[in-house]
């Protein structure tokens, strides 16, 4: 059975274990300049993220938008300071209560014990269909600033 958590830095902190330096916030995980990228990002949202405070620009605009239910980490892959993982996570479109249920696979990169480049490898049609269609989504991920 997979190991379930209710927050993203608990499941980070769960896959990327002891190779990642402690701290108390989510974005405290991450380096200054990290880079996330979303290689499959459906247009109007997001591709690439540089710094933390664009990442937590990004992660207010989503919370109007998605709930997020449980996380579920499936396998983990190391090699030196990079990971790879699977993980799941369950919730729903907040105006269009459509399901989001969404397989990830997830590269992360570390730099002295900090996050530094992230790439989320995850299903568009999933969030396309939770905010209800491509234009609905970039318009609600715009309205959300």
Known sequence: MADTFDSFSDLLRAALGDRLASSDSLLGLFTHDVVFEFPYAPDGLPRRLEGTAALAAHLERLGPLLTFGP???????????????????????????????????????????????????????????????????????????
């Not at 479109?93 to 249920?101: D, E, F, I, Q």
């Not at 530094?116 to 959300?144: F, I, Q, S």
């Open 71 to 145: 996380m579920e980490l499936g396998k983990v892959h190391a090699v030196a300071d990079t990971v790879v993982f699977e993980f799941s996570c369950s919730g729903e479109g907040v105006a269009t209560g459509a399901p989001y249920n969404q397989l990830y696979i997830s590269v992360v990169t570390l730099r002295e014990g900090r996050i530094a480049h992230y790439r989320d490898y995850w299903n568009p049609l999933v969030v396309l269909t939770a905010l209800g269609g491509t234009e609905a989504a970039a318009a609600a991920y715009a309205g959300a600033a």
